[in-house]
C-alpha cells in the first residue's frame, strides 16, 4: 500500500503549462481603468517588468522555466503527492484520496512557485524594491523569501486583521529582511484616506493591493508583485498540476475528480489547469471542483463582470467574478480567501462550464482539517481546510453511490501560523457569516459601468 509518490529532483517540470493556448475562446481583453480601451504592455510597465507582461498575454502553451528558477525551486520541489489511506478508512469510503502536498516549501504554501519566477525577472529587469499585500501572510512570506534569494527589498501591506491575528508571520517576513506594514496604513495617500473614515478598518486585501500599488507607481526601481489572480501567476503555479499528473500516473491511476480551494484562484489553477488543459486537448476528462468560503463567495454569488482588482480604482479592469471592489469580507479565518474577485482565467473557465463551484462555512472547514489532521497528521492552513472539506464531501458521496473513483486535492499550505484560528474553533469561538443578499447587492451595485 504505497503512501508517498515522489519524484526525482531530474523529473522536475522545465516548462510551466499555459491554458490560454488550449481554451476555446480567448480570454476578455484588460482594460485600461481610465480609458476603458484594452490594455498595452506599456500600460503595465510601472507595475511589472517586461518578462512577466509577456507572459500576462501569452497563448504559447508552454514557457520554459528559467534555470536560475528552477535551482531554488529544487530546495523543495518536485513535492510529494500523498494517498490518503487513513482519511479514507475513517470515512469508510471505497473512493481513493490523493493529495499533493505544497506545505513543504519554505514558506509553508504554494506561493514560492510564482514568487521565485516573480523575484527572478524583476532582479533581470534591475529592479530593487518590491511592493506587495498578504492576507494570509502566507505570500508575504514568500515574496520575502524570494527577495532575500534575488537581492530586492520587499514591502509587504498585510492586511489588518491577519496582521493581528498572526504576529509570527511577520517575524517570519522580517527574518527574510522584509518590511511588514499592517494595512490600511499611514505609509500610502489611500491608507490614510481609509484609516481617517474608520481608524479601526480591518482591512482587505483590495485595499492593501491599493497601497502596494501606490508605492511602486511612485518610483522607477520599485515595482509590484501580485501573488494571486493574475495570468502569469497561475501560469508559475502549474507546476504543482504538472507534476501531479506523473504521480498519478505512478499510481497508476487518473483523478475522477479534483478539488482545489479558491482564493483569488492561484492554488486551484496549480492544480487544475493542466488537467483541464489535457482535457481539451482531447485527453481523460476529470470533474473539476472549486471550494470556496460561503462568507467571500466570489463564484457562487458573485457576478461576471468588469471590475477593479483593488479598492482604490488603480488597476487595470478585468472580466472576472466578483462580489465588487468595495466589499470587505468579514474577518473569518482564511485571510487568503478574502479577496472580492477571482482570476479572470479561472472565472473565464467557469464560464466555459470546465469546473463546478461550491461554498462552505468555516467551522464545517475547520472541522474537516481537524478530521484531516488526525488521520493524515498534517495540520492545514485554514484557507487549505476549504479544499479538504471538498475532498471529503466527494468520498462521501462515493461512499452513498459505492463508487471508487478518484479524488485529487491540492493541500496547498500548512496551518503552523493558524494555531490562534484552531485554538478559536475549539474554544467554540467562531462564527459562521450568514451572507445576506442585500449586502451582496449593494456592493455590487458600485460596479464600473463598461461598454464593452
Ligand atoms: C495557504 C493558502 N491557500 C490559498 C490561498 C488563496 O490564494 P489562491 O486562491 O490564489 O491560491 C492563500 C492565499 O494567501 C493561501 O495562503
Known amino acids: 500500500m504505497q503512501t508517498k509518490f515522489l519524484l526525482d529532483e531530474s523529473q522536475m517540470p522545465k516548462y510551466w503549462y499555459n491554458l490560454q493556448a488550449d481554451f476555446p475562446e480567448p480570454l476578455p481583453a484588460v482594460l485600461h481603468p481610465g480609458t476603458q480601451q484594452p490594455v498595452g504592455p506599456s500600460d503595465l510597465e510601472p507595475l511589472f517588468p517586461m518578462e512577466l507582461i509577456q507572459q500576462e498575454v501569452t497563448t504559447e502553451r508552454e514557457i520554459e522555466i528559467p534555470q536560475p528558477v528552477r535551482d531554488v525551486y529544487q530546495l523543495w520541489r518536485p513535492a510529494p503527492l500523498y494517498r490518503a489511506h487513513r482519511l479514507e478508512k475513517a470515512l469508510g469510503t471505497p473512493a ?83 518590511k511588514c506594514v499592517p494595512s490600511p496604513s499611514e505609509l500610502t495617500e489611500f491608507g490614510r484616506k481609509v484609516l481617517a473614515d474608520n481608524p479601526d478598518h480591518t482591512g482587505s486585501l483590495g485595499i492593501a493591493i491599493s497601497e502596494a500599488v501606490e508605492l511602486a507607481v511612485q518610483d522607477p526601481n520599485t515595482k509590484y508583485a501580485l501573488g494571486s489572480v493574475l495570468n502569469h501567476v497561475l501560469l508559475h503555479q ?133 478530521l484531516f489532521a488526525r488521520n493524515e497528521g498534517i495540520v492545514p492552513a485554514p484557507e487549505a481546510n476549504h479544499a479538504v472539506k471538498g475532498a471529503i464531501e466527494e468520498a462521501l458521496r462515493c461512499k452513498r453511490e459505492g463508487k471508487d473513483e478518484v479524488i485529487l486535492f491540492n493541500l496547498c499550505g500548512h496551518g503552523h501560523f493558524d494555531m490562534a484560528a484552531y485554538t478559536a474553533y475549539f474554544a467554540g469561538e467562531l462564527s459562521d457569516h450568514e451572507y445576506d443578499d442585500q449586502e451582496l447587492a449593494m456592493a455590487l451595485s458600485g460596479l464600473p459601468s463598461v461598454s464593452a
Open 238 to 370: 502549474s507546476v504543482i498540476g504538472l507534476e501531479a499528473m506523473q504521480q498519478m500516473e505512478m499510481a497508476d491511476c487518473w483523478p475522477d475528480v479534483i478539488v482545489g480551494c479558491t482564493g483569488g484562484g492561484s492554488n486551484f489553477a496549480g492544480i487544475a489547469f493542466p488537467f483541464m488543459g489535457h482535457a481539451l486537448r482531447g485527453g481523460e476528462k476529470s470533474r473539476i471542483v472549486a471550494v470556496e468560503p460561503s462568507a467571500c463567495p466570489t463564484l457562487t454569488r458573485g457576478k461576471y463582470a468588469y471590475d477593479y482588482g483593488d479598492t482604490a480604482h488603480m488597476t487595470p479592469l478585468t472580466k472576472m467574478h466578483t462580489l465588487g471592489s468595495g466589499f470587505t469580507p468579514p474577518g473569518f479565518h482564511a485571510g487568503g480567501l478574502r479577496y472580492h474577485g477571482m482570476a479572470p482565467m479561472v472565472s473565464h473557465a467557469k464560464e466555459l462550464g470546465l469546473f463546478d463551484a461550491v461554498s462552505y462555512t468555516q467551522k464545517e472547514c475547520f472541522e474537516a482539517g481537524v
Open 96 to 178: 481513493k484520496i490523493f493529495y499533493k502536498y505544497e506545505g513543504v516549501s519554505p514558506a509553508g504554501s504554494h506561493k514560492p512557485n510564482t514568487a521565485i519566477p516573480q523575484a527572478f525577472y524583476n532582479q533581470q529587469a534591475g529592479i530593487r524594491t518590491l511592493t506587495t499585500e498578504t492576507g494570509a501572510g502566507q505570500w508575504g512570506t514568500s515574496l520575502s523569501f524570494a527577495g532575500s534569494l534575488f537581492d530586492i527589498d520587499v514591502t509587504v501591506f498585510q492586511v489588518r486583521v491577519s496582521y493581528d491575528q498572526k504576529p509570527y508571520r511577520r517575524a517570519v517576513m522580517e527574518t527574510y529582511g522584509a
